[in-house]
């Protein structure tokens, strides 16, 4: 089975801290995306990878940055956290032209 | 960019009775089109997808129906069971480095 693992399930930073969200799959997808859940919203993209050190800007970059050093590790960076971006953080990874795997996100609360 | 809309956004139905969700997209492109449920506490998990060269595809009481010319598709639940209440989302895959749009979801109660 696709495993994909985010490091945390809930998280409580400070305004202002920098923020690492980490996301890890072990099927050797050359795709990895980055997706914020907000009520009402769906799935917003933020930033997604379609190689190693590749990144490409969704729908909502502003305020993220992303990092993809090795095919199965994909980290998105809050330079600044702020408390707009208290919300679910989903990660996802897929093969070309394919379904997309997620993990179970990241709920963050920025305070 | 793509922009994919879904109605309802909530939709409540009785045991039994089936479930139908609608969704547009912007993107003529657009070549792949999954639907995800979302159980509480979980990440979204595909349950059936369409491509754009088929007009609809079965599994067991799930069907997807896709009508490229009015840039629709559409989710079909039959005889629907309390375990099929949960979030559904409806996305298309735009063209190149397989970005995937989402709609804002459905949320479906089904009531025993």
């Known amino acids: 089975d696709v495993k994909v693992t985010q490091s945390s399930r809930y998280l409580v930073k400070r305004t202002g801290e920098k923020v690492f969200l980490e996301c890890v799959q072990d099927?050797?997808?050359?795709?990895m995306f980055w997706y914020r859940q907000d009520p009402g919203l769906g799935l917003r993209l933020i930033y997604f990878s379609y190689d190693v050190k590749m990144k490409e800007k969704g729908d909502i970059p502003e305020g993220y940055s992303v990092s993809r050093e090795k095919k199965e590790r994909f980290s998105l960076i809050l330079e600044s956290a702020s408390t707009n971006q208290t919300s679910m953080y989903l990660c996802?990874?897929?093969?070309?032209?394919?379904?997309?795997?997620f993990g179970q996100g990241t709920r963050l609360t920025v305070v | 960019g793509e922009n994919v809309e879904q109605h309802p956004s909530t939709l409540s139905v009785q045991e039994g009775d089936s479930a139908v969700i609608k969704c547009t997209y912007s993107?003529?492109?657009?070549?792949?089109f999954p639907w995800y449920k979302q159980e509480l506490g979980k990440g979204p998990q595909l349950i059936i997808d369409?491509?754009?060269?088929?007009g609809e595809k079965k599994d067991q009481r799930i069907a997807v129906t896709l009508n490229k010319t009015a840039k629709h598709f559409s989710l079909h639940i039959t005889e629907t069971q309390p375990e099929d209440s949960a979030v559904y989302f409806c996305a298309a895959m735009e063209g190149s480095y397989d970005k995937v749009i989402f709609g804002p979801g459905t949320s479906l109660s089904v009531i025993p």
């Open positions: 099927m050797d997808h050359e795709n």
């Open positions: 993107d003529s492109a657009s070549n792949y």
């Open positions: 996802a990874s897929s093969l070309t032209n394919t379904e997309a795997f």
């Open positions: 369409i491509r754009s060269n088929v």
